[in-house]
């Protein structure tokens, strides 16, 4: 239960900084030099992996463009084309996949992907993958998690739409089939995400169900999604990736430029060593500080005998005088001694 994993020479878990994918998907606009340069960007940018999809379009779909194989919801990004379109302009060609995988290795992330069927699966174990990637909308396919599952390699399950029960048939079926290490990420499939449909609330009741590493898989604009998300303890972030969402593309709306990617990777770590532990009390850093308390000084030239009074003795800074709340104490006595103004007080200016 709970874990630490780990994926090629990445250690994930709770005690490190967390892992963060960015996706390639359909951003390379049908061009290879144009994935490439993806990948030389997210290298550039401080993420650890780069993730593609393993599919064509016939094991997707079928080529129809009518009833329900035709998107007509005007509020879809891809409205008016069908699904069969649509994934022949996003999927990545499986003679790509070599070269989109080597240049990741040259660069030192790590290169993974999600396939969509058994054929998928086995074209990626020849490529020797070391994970991989169950997408929201593929989380219920049990025969495709147990096919997977029984690489025996780390899996990562986006769980998009899936309730609790199935979550469960999911998470079974995994660990059933061999998965002996998992990461579910939240996920709102929609998209572009809004913060207010994100539910983040949502990580740490996974690990809680579960006992796995969890994480989100963002499609929300911007990072204070993602920021937020390392404060509840996710360990896995995964951002769509793009050059330029100004050259357009199936999933350029809701993808990540290489400043935005730069800025998430620098802000998640920060959020993360935020987290520290459970601590009261000075850390050593702001020992020096606590000269800046108020403590108690004599503000006014006293000789031996005078009486403190509250015209005469102050809470002030800095705090190398008696705690102010000895000030109730004090006042009323006698000191000992001739003290100038700005003594700090003591308990030996009384005996």
């Given amino acids: 239960m709970n874990k630490s994993i780990k994926i090629a020479d990445r250690i994930i878990g709770r005690n490190k900084a967390p892992f ?20 030389e960007a997210a290298a550039r940018t401080g993420a650890h992996a780069l993730k593609i999809q393993t599919y064509t379009p016939d094991t997707m779909t079928l080529d129809l463009d009518e009833r329900e194989f035709y998107i007509s919801d005007p509020n879809s990004l891809w409205t008016g084309t069908s699904l069969y379109k649509l994934y022949g302009e996003a999927y990545t060609p499986w003679e790509w996949h070599k070269p989109i995988f080597d240049r990741a290795h040259e660069l030192g992330i790590i290169a993974f992907s999600t396939p969509f069927d058994d054929t998928a699966v086995d074209f990626l174990e020849s490529l020797n993958v070391p994970c991989y990637k169950i997408a929201s909308f593929e989380n219920t396919d049990l025969p495709l998690i147990r096919r997977v599952a029984a690489t025996g390699k780390p899996l990562i399950i986006s769980t998009g739409l899936a309730t609790v029960a199935e979550l469960d048939e999911t998470v079974r079926a995994a660990r059933e089939a061999g998965c002996k290490e998992l990461v579910l990420l939240k ?6 995400a809004t913060a207010a449909n994100t539910n983040i609330l949502t990580i740490p009741h996974l690990r809680e169900l579960f006992g796995c590493e969890v994480g989100l898989s963002d499609h929300t604009m911007g990072i ?13 972030i995964e951002k769509h990736f793009t050059l330029n969402r100004g050259d357009g593309g199936v999933d ?6 290489p400043a935005e990617m730069t800025q998430l990777f620098v802000e998640i770590e920060r959020a993360w060593q935020a987290l520290g532990r459970v601590s009261y009390g000075p850390v050593d850093a702001e020992k020096k500080s606590l000269q800046f308390r108020r403590s108690l000084y004599v503000v006014q030239d006293l000789k031996a005998g ?13 705090g190398l005088g008696l705690p102010a709340k000895y000030l109730e104490q004090v006042l009323g006595m006698k000191v000992t001694q001739d003290m100038k103004r700005g003594t700090a007080l003591s308990w030996n200016a009384f005996h």
């Fill in 252 to 257: 350029s709306t809701f993808s990540m430029e």
């Fill in 306 to 318: 005078d009486v403190l009074t509250r015209e005469n003795v102050r809470a002030i800074r800095p």
């Fill in 224 to 236: 204070g999604v993602s920021v937020a998300s390392v404060a509840l303890g996710a360990t896995v």
């Fill in 187 to 192: 996920c709102t499939s929609t998209y572009p």
């Fill in 20 to 39: 963060v994918i960015a996706e390639l998907s359909g951003n390379h606009n049908q061009s290879l030099d144009r994935a490439l340069e993806i990948v």
